[in-house]
T-cell receptor
Framework: DQQVKQNSPSLSVQEGRISILNCDYT??????FLWYKKYPAEGPTFLISISSIKDKNEDGRFTVFLNKSAKHLSLHIVPSQPGDSAVYFCAASRSESTSYGKLTFGQGTILTVHP | KAGVTQTPRYLIKTRGQQVTLSCSPI?????VSWYQQTPGQGLQFLFE???????NKGNFPGRFSGRQFSNSRSEMNVSTLELGDSALYLCASSGFAEGMNTEAFFGQGTRLTVV
């Protein structure tokens, strides 16, 4: 039961352009969402998060949008840089005792930014 | 501020053996979660500890266990290793606040290979 889905296995973007990574979820009880960047054989690096009470959060070149009615979130990277090339994971969690500390991850999207 | 530290980084074990992995969270963080990453299953939640108590557990067999010490350092143990246990094991720490979700920060991971 894949509760968090990233339907695009890969994305290729030109340097300087916008990268848009998408994520869908099925569990309406999720109320906190995160994006991570990951290189092979390393741990995920936290990028940005958003609570379900918001629909947008920005941090520098990264913006996350949340559409609760569609159960969809997206990560925008503007402008994209070659150093952004990595695997991007979205994750979701619930503010409920049986779910504390548990993140449910999507399968990841490989982003390649070409110079 | 030091990040999450996992030791060892790499480990090779034989089927049937047991292994113990260690995780030191960010100073002040009391929540430590463990994840397994494999190519086929992605990032899967193993369990979470808070103040020396396991609060949540994922869908893994009883061969996977863990504990947390009073200084918040955590260990996970896998007994009777199987080939399928070969994976990247990741530890994440967060500054959990009651009733609220916060971002989780990951260590570099321990790459376990079972032969």
């Amino acid at each position: 039961d894949q509760q968090v889905k990233q339907n695009s296995p890969s994305l290729s973007v030109q340097e300087g352009r916008i990268s848009i990574l998408n994520c869908d979820y099925t569990n309406s009880m999720f109320d906190y969402f995160l994006w991570y960047k990951k290189y092979p054989a390393e741990g995920p690096t936290f990028l940005i998060s958003i609570s379900s009470i918001k629909d947008k959060n920005e941090d520098g070149r990264f913006t996350v949008f949340l559409n609760k009615s569609a159960k969809h979130l997206s990560l925008h990277i503007v402008p994209s840089q070659p150093g952004d090339s990595a695997v991007y994971f979205c994750a979701a969690s619930r503010s409920e005792s049986t779910s504390y500390g548990k993140l449910t991850f999507g399968q990841g999207t490989i982003l390649t930014v070409h110079p | 501020k030091a990040g999450v530290t996992q030791t060892p980084r790499y480990l090779i074990k034989t089927r049937g053996q047991q292994v113990t992995l260690s995780c030191s969270p960010i100073s002040g963080h009391r929540s430590v979660s463990w994840y397994q990453q494999t190519p086929g299953q992605g990032l899967q939640f193993l369990f979470e500890y808070f103040s020396e108590t396991q609060r949540n557990k994922g869908n893994f067999p009883g061969r996977f266990s863990g504990r947390q010490f009073s200084n918040s350092r955590s260990e996970m143990n896998v007994s009777t290793l199987e080939l399928g246990d070969s994976a990247l094991y990741l530890c994440a720490s967060s500054g959990f606040a009651e009733g609220m979700n916060t971002e989780a920060f990951f260590g570099q991971g321990t790459r376990l290979t079972v032969v």
